[in-house]
């Protein structure tokens, strides 16, 4: 998250990246979500089903945003980390990693 800050937004002139970021803010809640239930040993990997099927509608419909912005763009590479950490946790969890 240090690289926060050389993120350059010129939100002003872009509209589209307005929209974006609350996406991603609920996005990175969701993942927040997910790494909270994943540590409490009281809830079931079954309850953490949920969250994964959301983590993969959300990847989906955050994708083609994506691949819509232009390379070197701050958000667009925020957002491909994102993208990739529930890429990657959603094909562990699935695989069965956690049992």
Known sequence: M?????ICLDLASQPEKKQIL?????FLTLLENYQKQMEDP???LKETSSIV?????????????????SEG??????????LVT???ET?????GDYL
């Open 2 to 6: 240090g690289n926060l800050d050389s």
């Open 22 to 26: 609350p996406r991603m803010d609920r």
């Open 53 to 69: 099927t959301q983590m993969e509608q959300q990847t989906q419909e955050l994708l083609p945003i994506l691949e819509s912005l």
């Open 86 to 88: 529930s890429t990657v």
């Open 42 to 44: 009281r809830t079931s």
């Open 91 to 95: 094909i562990k969890f699935n695989r």
């Open 73 to 82: 763009d701050g958000i667009k590479d925020l957002l491909n980390r994102i």
